[in-house]
């Protein structure tokens, strides 16, 4: 049986423990090899070599070249950089960016304010299965468009937007597209040529890497104005000395991520089927939200009726199962989640929704005990909920 | 984030049920904002001699819930009615801050239910 | 005699080495305790506690409150966070701001690019000792001036700026006071209401906390816009997901630093001074730059004639200590440090300087070390060089 | 980041110093600019028999400085006219990127020192 001491995570969208093997990797940089890159003597200069095989690492692992990767804090500064780097926030001239309304919010907020400040969003909606119609993006080009942010998986229903198809539409009217790849690296192939690309988002804290630190891929050629300003480091793209040992573990983390995938991802998936299973097999009235195939290895997002999210995952917690009510982001707020709104989900569903992430270390044994645990535990709130209307 | 007084009487919630035949039955919420609390109250002689309730949402719709009921259970009507909400928060041990959104609809409900009584009185 | 395996680290403005004990404190972040600290899981809420806890002991490093303290990517960002924050990069109202002419890049650059959007600066001189006048500041204020930012102490000459006065202008004028304190945490103390600054800035990894992690004080009631956007973290000021292993070995650094500061910083200015000492006295044709007392402990500029910074710089390297020539973010540069061309610095000196600035782990026996490589090393290079017309 | 031929170069220049009575001396840079390059050459029957340098400078000027003296010392004048950029820095083991600013000061000051010395003939 389960050892209950031992608690279970299955959260590994809001983030990843870190990989030992890459806390091993970073070590060395705290307080041995601590120089600053930009340094000339010997401490700087291990620093800048540790620097640039870890820039080489991370491209290598999306397909890109070395000096195409620009490292960042995090997911977050990332899509801010490749949004704000485009769009001409101080010119006075009025631009048009495309977007989802299942985005990030750092996508959705960064567009938000760059249309607070006079430009047009056009924000397309998914299917009823999470998923954009890539017409809506080929009617939504205009003359002034500028930019077309699509993300490649979701981070709550774990649905893949069909990237590919949106670059031909992007390429054909020459405008640049970026996708927010933070979800997808590590689950599914993630090629910045394959995807055809101009930029594409990563956080190293949601593949086994540290947290604060990113990269965003930019393609040679493709124009961009920092957002912050300083010494001039990443290209002049990113200012600020950098985080060596972070790098350097962000760079581990890519690497055996991408050694691992095929393994991983068809692991997470097999757990992931089988809990879905199993909690249809045993539990009534319930949805799996997004779609069928076209989802990420490791995502359940699932609604119960009579049931609040909240609630769900207190009992799961104290029962040792960490998992997430919507985004981890929006998770203390009680606005049902603007993912789950935008695919129109029944509103007897839309708070009684969970997301459970997994990561190549979840077992069968604990998908075993999730799904126990979670019969109970709906069991027991709709004991407490019904049958008040609801 | 939550006290221990929240998480035992969420985890452990008393008076959970339907009174049939009620003497009077109060309703808060909606689905769609993601609380509904119903309150059941039994009188007699003035008496709230039971108070039962049934609640679909989060752990301090869940708490308040329990705590209300257990708190107006016994009184006299009028007594049930000076419950406040700050009674309950502190039966409870306190709420984190930012979590006090739904915090009063459980006593809401009692009072609603209350006043179906009354009405039918 | 000194050990010539072992490398001499004398350039701890550019970055310092992560004490053991932050790293300690960091380990158990990255792999057990490694929750979002937005979940509400117990993994996030352990994460949220901890960083409770850093953001009181930083706050409480610089007798703030713990409120007022944002996390950020390092001292780069929180500078760009005070300027871009309060000037309206946006609004198309032209403003005013007052900064110095030594400032460093993260403030320099931010400031050049708000001219080069329309808004006015005033870069206010500083004398041939390297401190800005107070009147200078003064007049310098306008009706439209919403902001002065004036560092606290120098990264190069290691000069600290009279900000208390400063700040009686700036609060008799109603204008906001930022200082960027990178340098001055942890060697001179450092406490926001003595200052009465509104903004301060600082950086870990140069006081033995790890990269890639700083924090931006900002004083309550203080009007700031966030410069990314995203999911409202840091009283939505800086979005992303919290470094919390670096915010924690951040604050951990932070405590220390204020727990050792009367002993560290009478430590290093007693070895700096007899570099000063030794210098002056086994080789001609040398000047200390910025102030004789009004500096750092930790700093010592020196420029030597008839030799060139770099050259010395590899030569110091090669025998095994580590120093600067100006800051590091230049030294790739050929151009002469803008610092030193602001005291109005002799050409024939100003291609000949160096940065020492001592860390709390350096010893007399280094400095005796250094201050004999030096010798040497000057007067082999002059050997080269003179009397070649200079 | 250098190259090991460049830092054994600059930590052993050779032909360090000032040929009195040279036969041409030419010179580039400024102290302002952070670089002055002197090479003074001795010419006997159209051959450099003795080249040597004094310069003022980072760690790229001192080794093309001596890597220059060295390839044109022994040269007829019109070799040593041939010597190219590229020559020097292979023969300096190539130069990290972002530093050739003044790798060719060295040998513009050679072209100097023998324009110098074709001028006085
Ligand atoms: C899809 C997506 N984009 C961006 C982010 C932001 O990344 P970070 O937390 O590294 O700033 C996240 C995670 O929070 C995410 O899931
Ligand atoms: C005075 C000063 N301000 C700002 C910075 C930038 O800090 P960071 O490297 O953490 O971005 C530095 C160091 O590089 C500095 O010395």
Redesign the interface.
């Known amino acids: 049986m389960m050892d209950i001491m031992k608690r279970i995570y299955m959260d590994h969208s809001a983030t990843t423990p870190v990989d030992p093997l890459v806390v091993d990797a970073m070590l060395p940089y705290f307080s041995e090899r601590f120089g600053n890159s930009s340094s000339l003597h010997s401490f700087g200069q291990e620093a800048d070599e540790a620097l640039s095989l870890a820039r080489a690492q991370v491209a290598d692992s999306i397909g890109a070249q070395a000096e195409e990767v620009i490292f960042t804090s995090g997911g977050t500064e990332s899509d801010n950089i490749a949004i704000q780097g485009v769009i001409s926030r101080d010119s006075g001239k009025k631009q048009h960016i495309i977007t989802s309304v299942i985005e990030h919010p750092a996508v959705l907020s960064t567009c938000d304010f760059m249309k607070g400040i006079g430009h047009d969003i056009t924000y397309v909606p998914v299917s009823s299965e999470g998923i954009v119609n890539v017409d809506d993006i080929e009617k939504a080009i205009r003359d002034d468009t500028v930019l077309i942010s699509v993300m490649h998986a979701n981070n709550e229903i774990g649905t893949i937007q069909p990237i590919e198809e949106i670059a031909k539409i992007a390429k054909d009217n020459d405008v640049y597209l970026h996708t927010d790849a933070v979800q997808s690296v590590g689950k599914i192939p993630v090629d910045v040529n394959k995807l055809g690309v101009d930029m594409l988002s990563i956080s190293s804290h949601k593949l086994h890497g540290p947290k604060g630190v990113g990269a965003l891929y930019v393609r040679e050629g493709t124009l961009l104005k920092p957002v912050t300003f300083g010494g001039g480091h990443e290209s002049g793209l990113r200012p600020g000395t950098e985080n060596i040992p972070g790098i350097v573990g962000f760079a581990k983390a890519s690497s055996i991520a991408k050694e691992r995938l095929a393994i991983d991802s068809s692991q997470m998936g097999r757990l992931r089927d089988s809990i879905i299973k199993k909690v249809f097999d045993t539990i009534d009235d319930v949805r799996l939200n997004g779609h069928a195939t076209k989802r990420l290895p490791n995502n359940a997002n699932l609604s119960f009726r009579y049931v609040e999210g909240e609630s769900m995952l207190m009992l799961l917690d104290i029962a040792g199962i960490a998992i997430s009510t919507g985004s981890a982001c929006s998770s203390r707020s009680r606005h049902a989640s603007h993912v789950l709104d935008s695919i129109g989900l029944d509103p007897d569903y839309v708070h009684g929704s969970i997301r459970i992430s997994l990561g190549r270390d979840n077992t069968m044994e604990e998908v075993d005990y999730l799904a126990g645990t979670l019969r109970e535990t709906v069991s027991k709130l709709r004991q407490i909920s019904s049958p008040a209307k609801c | ?2 006290s221990k007084k929240i ?1 035992e009487e ?2 452990n ?1 008393k008076n ?1 049920g ?1 009174i049939e035949n009620a003497d009077g039955v109060g ?1 808060v919420g909606s ?8 309150v059941y109250v039994k009188v007699n002689d003035d008496v709230l001699t039971d108070v039962k309730f ?6 301090v ?2 708490s308040t819930s329990t705590m209300v009921t257990q708190l107006a259970k016994g009184k006299t009507v009028d007594e049930a009615l000076t419950i406040s909400n700050e009674d309950v928060q502190n039966a409870l041990g306190g709420l984190p801050s ?1 979590k006090d ?2 915090s009063g609809f459980a006593l809401d409900a009692l009072h609603k239910a209350i006043e179906d009584y009354r009405n039918k009185a």
Chains 1, 3 share one sequence.
Not at chain 2, 54 to 59: D, E, I, P, R
């Open positions: 984030m939550y998480i969420f985890t919630p959970v339907i309703e689905t769609i904002d993601g609380d509904v609390i119903t049934k609640t679909f949402g989060c752990v719709a869940i930012g959104r739904c």
